[in-house]
């Protein structure tokens, strides 16, 4: 049993026997620990605890419109996610300060034959802290298992944008779309003071249900699902703001929901590729980050 291993997630039971390999955790438990502060006229990087195999190498400055805001990228030195591996992942941000979390490239979660594979984040963040985390997308590849548990807890003055996006498969394979086995994704909002405020959960087993049906997929491939926890007059303004509709371009539709308890908002979106649909998260989240920062995003991947 490892830390991670406490998931209330029922339809894991059927992947519960050990790897021939390596049992679970065994030089797979990778272990995150990031503290943030507002130090003088910016954000530092005041704590880094890392365990292979997850990696944080330091903290970057390259926004020229936001030169205060440290960007730190997630690596993952296997180069993927294996059968076992059991990942814990925790970021605080202090008063005032604010981060930028993302990962260097996409989670690819290989084919797997016992077990699976389990990711559980936690995020706090203190008054009027402002946290971004957008991580590249999930990939997962036939047989894979994949279940990430997040617990956000997020003070009445503060905001936080996390998101994440689901591949349907490697796409360029034969027979790899929508043919993993589990992936299963679950948020939990809160206030400091323990008061749960919402769930969001995302469960989606290929072989128990068809995806190209109405009302799972239907023709579309890629999903994210991004959670903006932040105060009322902020969800009102991005909410008036952000890419709504069936077509906010090249394929993809996406749509706003109210989070409960005026937590914030709930933004999916729907697309026929991965990046057709994180230029639709990206166009969310600038209008976000202009809303809390007062400026917009960097112009997404501008070395391509």
């Given at each position: 049993?490892?830390?991670?291993?406490?998931?209330?997630?029922?339809?894991?039971?059927?992947?519960?026997?050990q790897?021939?390999?390596?049992?679970?955790?065994?030089?797979?438990?990778?272990?995150?620990?990031?503290d943030?502060?507002?130090?003088?006229?910016?954000?530092?990087?005041?704590?880094?605890?890392?365990?292979?195999?997850?990696?944080?190498?330091?903290?970057?400055?390259?926004?020229?419109?936001?030169?205060?805001?440290?960007?730190?990228?997630i690596?993952t030195?296997?180069?993927?996610?294996?059968?076992?591996?059991?990942?814990?992942?925790?970021?605080?941000?202090?008063?005032?300060?604010?981060?930028h979390?993302?990962s260097?490239?996409?989670?690819?979660?290989?084919?797997m034959?016992?077990?699976?594979?389990?990711?559980?984040?936690?995020?706090?963040?203190?008054?009027?802290?402002?946290?971004?985390?957008?991580?590249?997308?999930i990939?997962?590849?036939?047989?894979?298992?994949?279940?990430?548990?997040?617990?956000?807890?997020?003070?009445?003055?503060?905001?936080?944008?996390?998101?994440?996006?689901?591949?349907?498969g490697?796409?360029?394979?034969?027979?790899?779309?929508f043919?993993?086995?589990?992936?299963?994704?679950?948020?939990?909002?809160?206030?400091?003071?323990?008061?749960?405020?919402?769930?969001?959960?995302?469960?989606?087993?290929?072989?128990?249900?068809?995806?190209?049906?109405?009302?799972?997929?239907?023709?579309?491939d890629?999903?994210?699902?991004?959670?903006?926890?932040t105060?009322?007059?902020?969800?009102?303004?991005?909410?008036?703001?952000?890419?709504?509709?069936l077509?906010v371009?090249?394929?993809?539709?996406a749509?706003?929901?109210?989070?409960?308890?005026d937590?914030?908002?709930?933004?999916?979106?729907?697309?026929?590729?991965?990046?057709?649909?994180?230029?639709?998260?990206?166009?969310?989240?600038?209008?976000?980050?202009?809303?809390?920062?007062?400026?917009?995003?960097?112009?997404?991947?501008?070395?391509?």
């Amino acid at each position: 049993m490892t830390d991670v291993d406490v998931l209330p997630v029922r339809e894991l039971r059927a992947f519960d026997q050990q790897p021939p390999q390596m049992p679970v955790g065994v030089g797979k438990q990778g272990k995150l620990r990031l503290d943030f502060e507002r130090r003088g006229d910016r954000t530092s990087l005041v704590r880094l605890f890392r365990q292979a195999p997850l990696l944080v190498q330091q903290a970057l400055y390259y926004d020229d419109r936001l030169p205060s805001m440290p960007y730190v990228s997630i690596i993952t030195i296997s180069g993927c996610v294996i059968q076992g591996d059991r990942y814990d992942v925790r970021v605080r941000v202090g008063p005032d300060a604010q981060a930028h979390v993302t990962s260097q490239a996409a989670t690819k979660v290989h084919e797997m034959d016992a077990n699976y594979a389990a990711q559980v984040q936690r995020f706090v963040l203190e008054p009027r802290a402002y946290l971004e985390v957008l991580p590249r997308q999930i990939i997962p590849h036939r047989h894979a298992r994949f279940v990430s548990t997040t617990t956000a807890t997020v003070h009445p003055t503060a905001t936080l944008l996390y998101g994440e996006t689901l591949a349907p498969g490697r796409k360029h394979h034969d027979d790899e779309v929508f043919a993993y086995d589990l992936y299963a994704a679950e948020v939990r909002g809160e206030r400091p003071d323990g008061r749960r405020l919402f769930t969001e959960r995302v469960l989606v087993e290929p072989d128990r249900m068809a995806s190209r049906v109405a009302g799972v997929m239907g023709p579309y491939d890629a999903v994210a699902t991004v959670v903006l926890m932040t105060p009322a007059v902020v969800a009102d303004e991005v909410a008036a703001r952000a890419p709504l509709g069936l077509d906010v371009g090249d394929g993809c539709a996406a749509g706003t929901s109210r989070l409960p308890h005026d937590a914030g908002l709930l933004f999916k979106v729907v697309g026929p590729d991965v990046a057709p649909v994180r230029a639709v998260v990206h166009r969310f989240a600038d209008v976000v980050r202009e809303a809390v920062c007062g400026v917009p995003l960097p112009e997404a991947e501008p070395w391509r």
